[in-house]
């Protein structure tokens, strides 16, 4: 008859062993699940652009000339043409013609404008006051939450709905569970030097720090 042990195993697989082997899993997993979800997103990404510019490129070429991957060249050349014209004073105010349009459809601006200012919010030449990483004082008390101001005018609203005094700063919620948006006074917030990459992401794992060279 085997002897088991307190978790209810073998004694040669006994609590000990189990905390062990538990602790050993799950430090693979921290390392392998991140790695393995990024790869397959971007294999998504990479397959989706390449059969849509792909199959636009057999259809010019034909595709007795088509060479696989082809189509990820198209999109990175479309990608960088398009900056090319937007970034050109003619051409750009053609461009923003039409967005302007075609935000002006049912129900479009509701989700083209929001993907537009997120992609902005995280582009290279993206506005300065997109790029800024605040410390915001909520209340009396010393409450207080890391955010990004997203606006520091409001020219665009009616005269005096907003005072010159405030801005806007989102503050994301942890784990990608949403967030919320605060108009605050400039006196409320105190800038951090910090990239709004890294701080979106200490955000999101709830400003949990793990070592690079160590998961423990």
Same mark, same amino acid.
């Given at each position: ?24 899993f799950w430090k693979g997993l921290i390392v392998v699940m991140p790695i393995t979800l990024t790869i397959y997103l ?34 990175? *050349? /479309? ?5 090319? #014209?937007?970034?050109?004073? !003619?051409?750009?105010?053609? $461009?923003?013609?039409? @967005? ?48 990004? *101001? /997203? ?5 665009? #609203?009616?005269?005096?709905? !907003?005072?010159?005094?405030? $801005?806007?700063?989102? @503050? ?9 948006t605060t108009i605050v006074d400039r006196s409320q917030v105190t800038p951090i030097d910090i990239p709004v990459e ?19």
């Amino acid at each position: 008859m085997i002897e088991r042990g307190s978790y209810g195993v073998p004694f040669f697989f006994g609590g000990n062993q189990v905390s062990i082997i538990s602790r050993l899993f799950w430090k693979g997993l921290i390392v392998v699940m991140p790695i393995t979800l990024t790869i397959y997103l971007l294999v998504i990404i990479l397959v989706k652009a390449e059969t849509v510019f792909g199959q636009m490129l057999k259809g010019l070429i034909g595709s007795e000339l088509y060479i696989p991957g082809s189509g990820l060249f198209l999109t990175f *050349v /479309t990608m960088i043409a398009v900056g090319v #014209l937007v970034n050109n004073l !003619i051409t750009g105010k053609i $461009i923003n013609f039409f @967005i302007n349009q075609f935000e002006r459809m049912p129900f479009i601006k509701a989700i083209y404008s929001p993907l537009r200012d997120l992609i902005s919010l995280f582009g290279g030449d993206g506005p300065e006051n997109m790029k800024k990483v605040v410390l915001v004082k909520l209340d009396k008390i010393g409450i207080e939450c890391i955010g990004l *101001v /997203t606006r520091e005018e409001f020219s665009d #609203l009616p005269e005096g709905s !907003i005072g010159s005094e405030k $801005i806007a700063v989102y @503050i994301p919620m942890s784990y990608m569970l949403g967030g919320f948006t605060t108009i605050v006074d400039r006196s409320q917030v105190t800038p951090i030097d910090i990239p709004v990459e890294k701080a979106i992401k200490l955000a999101i794992t709830g400003w949990i720090k793990a070592e690079k060279n160590q998961i423990s």
